[in-house]
């Protein structure tokens, strides 16, 4: 599946109808232990202190995350794939084309301790990723040589 990475600012999402209906249904698919708002406040919420990665498909978002930029790096929230494309590679793809863009404009990815259960850990570490404890924070590192291909 040839998915495309898609940052979606408070500008995007203002102005383009589709773009709030497919995050909208992507945090409406988000387990109900992780997103405590309705999906299009936590979406306002969120775009209040930074952006989304989204992987696009045929002019449709599949999956998100959030990102909080600052310091040198991009913490990263809530990473949600539709039920309807789940387990088919949509979240590994979106998390490589993120590690891709991070590397690109110098950026380092982290993601809240908090936000990781065990199985995310497995995923992370299946798909290459070291973590290292940063604070309240694992920061996400590529084995060397790797660049989120």
Not at 8 to 36: G, N
Not at 37 to 64: I, K, S
Not at 113 to 134: E, F, H, I, V, W
Request: net charge positive; aromatic share 8%; hydrophobic share 40%.
């Amino acid at each position: 599946m040839p998915v495309t990475l898609f940052r979606v600012d408070q500008d995007v999402w203002d102005a383009d109808e589709q773009v709030r209906i497919d995050l909208t249904r992507i945090y409406a698919d988000a387990p109900e232990e992780r997103i405590k708002l309705p999906p299009g406040a936590y979406v306002t919420r969120q775009l209040e202190h930074g952006f989304f990665w989204a992987a696009r498909f045929n002019d449709r978002l599949l999956g998100a995350v959030a990102v909080s930029p600052g310091d040198g790096r991009w913490r990263m929230f809530d990473l949600c794939v539709r039920k309807t494309t789940r387990r088919r590679g949509v979240g590994s793809r979106l998390l490589a084309l993120i590690s891709a863009a991070a590397n690109r404009d110098g950026v380092a990815l982290s993601v809240a301790g908090s936000q990781l259960t065990l199985a995310d850990q497995m995923l992370l570490k299946r798909l290459g990723y070291q973590l290292t404890r940063s604070g309240d924070d694992f920061q996400l590192d590529l084995p060397t040589g790797e660049s989120g291909k």
